[in-house]
């Protein structure tokens, strides 16, 4: 496991508290079983937007800037011994991949989906594990490096811990706004749970009204008999 994979764990129990806050359950009345269609994500607030971008702007820069100078650093030629070198190295490693791959991806998720909680608090954490690893990076190099080095590696450690700080106070102010937003549903809930049922519909039937007389069957013609010729009376002499 990478030395920013082993710190994501300490990211995670400082903002813990702000992402359950933000994505807990509300519980709602029971509603016939039926397959919700996806719902379009609402409309975010330009100065929302405006201020990531702002974030996500600083963040790019930073991740630019990092990545050059740990080109130009040679741990080899520190002075230190040999295991320091292979964990400095190991470490630059690990922090290049990072800004390369995983940086770039989350920034992209986020800028598409601006005040999703959960990318947010992604973000956060990998900010933060970057900080630790980059800053034991930078540490070293003012201890065993050039001048140079110290210096570029600072200024990088500066910078990215400026970004992380601006979007730590993004995040609680986020986290404070779905807050905000859950109360306000679980209200609504409380209220149309509360809300007596309408009363059930009656059907009058009047039993007063005599029932219809059945149709009387007709009997079937009897046949007629046959007609009889009368007697001719024979002539008399």
Sequence with gaps: MSAIANTSSRAAAILAALLL??????????????AAPSASQPPVAYASVNELNGILTQLKQTAQSMQADLQKVRIEKWKTDASTKRQALSDSDSIQRNLQSTLPDTLAQLNNSPEDVALSFKLYRNLDALYDVFGSVAELAGAFGSKDEAQSLGNDLNELQSSRKAFGERMQKLSAS??????????????????????PKKVVVDDTEPAPKPAKKKAPAKPKPPATKPATTPPSN
């Excluded at 806050?21 to 039926?34: D, E, G, K, L, N």
């Design 21 to 34: 806050a933000a994505i807990a359950p509300v519980a709602a009345p029971a509603q016939p079983s039926a």
């Design 178 to 199: 779905k807050e905000d937003e859950l109360t306000r549903l679980r209200a609504q809930v409380k209220i149309l749970s509360a809300a007596p049922p309408p009363p």
